[in-house]
């Protein structure tokens, strides 16, 4: 039996809101609910939201805590996310609702949703604060500076005990929000081996606001008794093609000229060899691959390194029948 830290039960789940079928996700979630698995995320960028999504899995799971992961900060005002959460957490039961919120970026806040980019730190804090002021007193806050609201009732009992705010971000002035203000913290990609100092960073800003340290849930792509060619393709990805953050964020962690050769061979067009170019040393130190026990072994790696709830984001690559054996490997390895 591999150590207790390790089972299913310690561990979240994350899918993609628009990567599958409604029907498939509803299927992953009711597998991670029976199994035992702690939680399962929603991811929410274009295409479905994820409040519908999580509202059909509180009526379809009975006892696994429901989560965005995330939902940006521009779409919704603190106000609508508020009633959102407040609303979902109705049909939970006891159930907890992890409201994972982050600024998501230009192109996607200006593009898709039509909303100017400004103040992205700023408006993140204060949503952040008017979340925890509503849920805590049922009245939202009277002097915000991005948002001035006018300190009116919520209108909707809020649960302030089980909702947890999370904060996903990897820049400095955000992760200094994560530690001033939020419930937790929600990286993707954080390091096994504890390298960049991101951690350190939100402790730092814990500290300094007399805060314990957010609780840490970290995005983990995952692939269980399989290749490891979904999580190659999809670091190379947002290496090479997702903007310049998760390329300095490799490069923090001493990968530098992987990733030089990775965005090298993406730009030229050689996409299959830019997916190669991602070594197994940056598999091991940011995904989880392999069997069963070999996986929840280094789940608990993680958890040594600082991340208490691993979250394993399963690939969009990987079908959904896969999916479920994985997750029920998961379970049965005891």
């Not at 907890?96 to 980019?117: F, K």
């Not at 002021?133 to 049922?138: E, L, M, P």
């Not at 705010?165 to 200094?176: D, N």
């Not at 964020?249 to 050689?270: K, T």
Request: net charge neutral.
């Amino acid at each position: 039996m591999t150590d207790t830290t390790t089972t299913i039960a310690g561990l979240d789940i994350a899918v993609g809101s628009r990567e599958r079928r409604r029907d498939e996700i509803v299927r992953i979630a009711r597998a991670a609910d029976e199994a035992g698995a702690g939680a399962i995320w929603v991811t929410e960028s274009m295409g479905r939201d994820a409040f519908s999504i999580l509202t059909e899995l509180a009526l379809t799971t009975s006892r696994i805590a429901l989560g965005t992961g995330i939902v940006n900060v521009y779409s919704r005002t603190p106000t609508a996310l508020a009633q959102a959460a407040a609303s979902l957490l109705e049909l939970m039961g006891t159930r907890t609702l992890n409201l994972g919120l982050g600024t998501s970026g230009r192109a996607l806040v200006e593009g898709y949703h039509g909303v100017p980019y400004q103040r992205p730190v700023a408006r993140l804090a204060e949503t952040v604060r008017v979340l925890d002021t509503a849920f805590s007193t049922g009245k939202l806050p009277p002097d915000g500076t991005v948002f001035p609201l006018g300190g009116l009732p919520l209108g909707i009992d809020a649960d302030r005990d089980r909702l947890r705010l999370y904060v996903a971000g990897l820049t400095p002035r955000t992760l200094e929000v994560t530690g001033a203000y939020a419930d937790g913290w929600l990286p993707i990609w954080p390091s096994r081996s504890g390298r960049g100092g991101a951690l350190r960073a939100v402790e730092t800003a814990a500290e300094a606001a007399g805060r314990p340290r957010p609780a840490v849930a970290g995005y983990l792509y995952t692939v269980v008794g399989a290749e490891p060619g979904p999580l190659r393709a999809t670091l190379a990805w947002y290496i090479a093609a997702n903007g310049t953050a998760y390329r300095r964020l490799f490069e923090s962690y001493g990968f530098g000229e992987q990733v030089e050769r990775i965005c090298g061979l993406w730009a030229a067009g050689d996409r299959d060899l830019a997916r190669r170019a991602v070594t197994d040393e940056m598999l091991d130190d940011s995904t989880l691959r392999g069997a069963p026990t070999e996986v929840l072994r280094q789940a608990a790696a993680f958890r040594r390194a600082g991340v208490d709830r691993p979250v394993l984001r399963l690939p969009g690559q990987v079908s959904t029948g896969d999916c479920l054996r994985m997750i029920t490997a998961l379970a049965g390895t005891t």
